[in-house]
């Protein structure tokens, strides 16, 4: 089974403070997704990674970074939090090809920005 | 560009009742298709895709799915619903083809079961 593993699944941070959220998948899998999850609003992509250290943005990369320095770790990086980033991040992976498109997702991260 | 419109918000069933869910897509060409389930406090799982062939597509959970390219529709069904139904499910769509490895969600509707 595929596997993506979400370092946290609560995190509380203080406006301006950096914050890195991790997301490690064990599948070798090219494709790495990060999304932000709102009530109503659904998934919204912020940044996606076809390959290590390749990166393209989503439809919400503004306030966001991303790292991609292995094939199986992509970071999601806050460089000065603010209280509009609370929200859930999910990651997801897919293999680039014959996968049609299949995203597997970790568990989350609940980031609360005070 | 892709889309999807899931009409509904929110949805109440009693447990044993039928369940159907609705999705509307917007794409130039046969698009792939997925519903997502998601449980409180968790990440997505998937419950059944479509790529090609036969329309009607099953899934896990016993949940089931028929794609009407007539009606750009992608809607899921269940004949019965348990309690442990209740979830947040979502329906998206990919691009078929090419480089476009991105998925499009909708909105989501949640799944209210009574007992």
């Known amino acids: 089974d595929v596997k993506v593993t979400q370092s946290s699944r609560y995190l509380v941070k203080r406006t301006g403070e950096k914050v890195f959220l991790e997301c490690v998948q064990d599948?070798?899998?090219?494709?790495m997704f990060w999304y932000r999850q709102d009530p109503g609003l659904g998934l919204r992509l912020i940044y996606f990674?076809?390959?290590?250290?390749?990166?393209e943005k989503g439809d919400i990369p503004e306030g966001y970074s991303v790292s991609r320095e292995k094939k199986e770790r992509f970071s999601l990086i806050l460089e000065s939090a603010s209280t509009n980033q609370t929200s859930m991040y999910l990651c997801?992976?897919?293999?680039?090809?014959?996968?049609?498109?299949?995203?597997?997702f970790g568990a989350g991260t609940r980031l609360s920005v005070l | 560009a892709q889309s999807v419109t899931q009409p509904d918000i929110h949805i109440t069933v009693s447990e044993g009742a039928s369940l159907e869910l609705r999705c509307n897509y917007s794409?130039?060409?046969?698009?792939?298709l997925f519903w997502y389930v998601q449980s409180p406090g968790q990440g997505l799982q998937l419950l059944l895709k479509?790529?090609?062939?036969?329309?009607l597509v099953q899934g896990i959970k016993g949940f089931e799915a028929e794609f009407k390219r007539s009606q750009s529709s992608f809607n899921l069904r269940k004949p019965s619903v348990h309690w442990s139904d209740a979830a947040e499910y979502f329906c998206?769509?990919?691009?078929?083809?090419?480089?476009?490895?991105?998925?499009?969600f909708g909105k989501g509707t949640l799944l209210t079961v009574n007992p």
């Open positions: 998206a769509v990919g691009a078929s083809g090419g480089s476009n490895y991105k998925l499009t």
């Open positions: 990674s076809y390959d290590v250290k390749m990166k």
């Open positions: 997801a992976s897919s293999r680039r090809r014959e996968s049609k498109n299949i995203q597997y």
């Open positions: 599948m070798d899998h090219e494709n």
């Open positions: 794409y130039g060409a046969t698009p792939y």
């Open positions: 479509y790529f090609s062939g036969d329309t």
